[in-house]
């Protein structure tokens, strides 16, 4: 058998042929590996297929950038200009207007405390015993610089105004005997100029049963120690503190006094003030009648 010729590729040609076809340039070029030419610089198309081929069509490469959209859309923030203006319109606006807002300012003078828990009174055979009462807990206003006490701020002071105090200690007697015990309460005053405690500054509490001074209190009875005193501005100075002390005539570990917590307060507040333990506005008398008038004719309008 006779043996066919085999063709043999031409590789550089076969690579110019394909750099112009990646880069679409096939039209331009005149190199004849390429494109063939006539004298007149014409493409020379060969069909070699068994059909001839009216239309040739090349390759075309697609390059896809973004700068002709960048050119196009404008991305900046233009919605505002900085620094804002405002126009305002010339007309004539009435904006003279009275507001009279009443704001509730902290009575700096007001305070209620109590004692946390149930505590036994000290007890002994002399004022050398007693002690300072727990009242730590702060029901309402004023913080306490001092634990259990009331301390006289720049302010309180400055502010000219006398104080009324309004205490009510409830507290019962334990015993195994048949006896009783007699229980002495006391306002006792701080000062840093003073040499010695003034425990007894404001004695005398009322009693329900009054004994010496105190309170006669018997076997598992339960009473109230009352007090209301006003305290002058004269009577006391920056720094000072006030606190409430307690003893009990007698007592051992089968005799006590115990203090009930939640039946106990101490009140302060400004003596100036018609008002309750509470800091509450207390209605006068008159005010309370006049009520009462007009309560009357609106009920005789009706009949």
Same mark, same amino acid.
């Given at each position: 058998?006779?043996?066919?010729?085999?063709?043999?590729?031409?590789?550089?040609?076969?690579?110019?042929?394909?750099?112009?076809?990646?880069?679409?340039?096939?039209?331009? +070029?005149?190199?004849?590996?390429?494109?063939?030419?006539?004298?007149?610089?014409?493409?020379?198309?060969?069909?070699?297929?068994?059909?001839?081929?009216?239309?040739?069509?090349?390759?075309?490469?697609?390059?896809? +950038?973004?700068?002709?959209?960048?050119?196009?859309?404008?991305?900046?923030?233009?919605?505002?200009?900085?620094?804002?203006?405002?126009?305002?319109?010339?007309?004539?606006?009435?904006?003279?207007?009275?507001?009279?807002?009443?704001?509730?300012?902290?009575?700096?003078?007001?305070?209620?405390?109590?004692?946390?828990?149930?505590?036994?009174?000290?007890?002994?055979?002399?004022?050398?015993?007693?002690?300072?009462?727990?009242?730590?807990?702060?029901?309402?206003?004023?913080?306490?610089?001092?634990?259990?006490?009331?301390?006289? +701020?720049?302010?309180?002071?400055?502010?000219?105004?006398?104080?009324?105090?309004?205490?009510?200690?409830?507290?019962?007697?334990?015993?195994?005997?048949?006896?009783?015990?007699?229980?002495?309460?006391?306002?006792?005053?701080?000062?840093?100029?003073?040499?010695?405690?003034?425990?007894?500054?404001?004695?005398?509490?009322?009693?329900?049963?009054?004994?010496?001074?105190?309170?006669?209190?018997?076997?598992?009875?339960?009473?109230?120690?009352?007090?209301?005193?006003?305290?002058?501005?004269?009577?006391?100075?920056?720094?000072?503190?006030?606190?409430?002390?307690?003893?009990?005539?007698?007592?051992?570990?089968?005799?006590?006094?115990?203090?009930?917590?939640?039946?106990?307060?101490?009140?302060?507040?400004?003596?100036?003030?018609?008002?309750?333990?509470?800091?509450?506005?207390?209605?006068?008398?008159?005010?309370?009648? +006049?009520?009462?008038?007009?309560?009357?004719?609106?009920?005789?309008?009706?009949?």
């Amino acid at each position: 058998m006779a043996q066919e010729e085999q063709s043999f590729r031409d590789i550089v040609n076969e690579q110019q042929i394909q750099e112009y076809e990646n880069a679409g340039l096939t039209y331009k +070029t005149d190199n004849n590996n390429v494109n063939l030419r006539d004298l007149g610089g014409n493409i020379v198309v060969i069909d070699e297929s068994e059909s001839q081929t009216v239309l040739v069509i090349e390759p075309v490469v697609k390059n896809i +950038t973004m700068d002709s959209f960048l050119r196009v859309v404008n991305t900046q923030f233009n919605y505002f200009n900085f620094p804002a203006s405002t126009n305002i319109l010339n007309a004539d606006l009435d904006i003279d207007v009275d507001l009279n807002i009443e704001q509730e300012t902290e009575d700096p003078i007001y305070a209620r405390y109590k004692p946390i828990d149930q505590q036994q009174i000290p007890a002994g055979g002399n004022i050398n015993f007693a002690n300072e009462l727990e009242m730590s807990e702060i029901e309402e206003g004023a913080l306490q610089k001092r634990p259990n006490r009331y301390y006289i +701020t720049k302010e309180i002071k400055d502010s000219g105004v006398d104080l009324r105090f309004r205490v009510k200690i409830n507290f019962r007697y334990d015993s195994p005997d048949v006896d009783f015990n007699t229980t002495y309460f006391y306002i006792t005053r701080f000062s840093p100029d003073a040499k010695f405690t003034d425990v007894t500054y404001k004695e005398f509490f009322n009693f329900e049963n009054p004994l010496a001074g105190g309170g006669r209190i018997d076997q598992y009875n339960v009473q109230e120690a009352t007090k209301e005193v006003v305290i002058e501005n004269s009577e006391f100075d920056v720094g000072d503190s006030f606190a409430l002390f307690g003893l009990a005539g007698t007592g051992n570990s089968a005799k006590y006094s115990t203090i009930n917590a939640d039946q106990t307060y101490w009140s302060i507040t400004d003596a100036s003030k018609n008002v309750d333990e509470w800091n509450r506005e207390i209605a006068s008398p008159i005010s309370q009648q +006049t009520a009462v008038v007009q309560n009357v004719t609106t009920q005789n309008t009706i009949r």
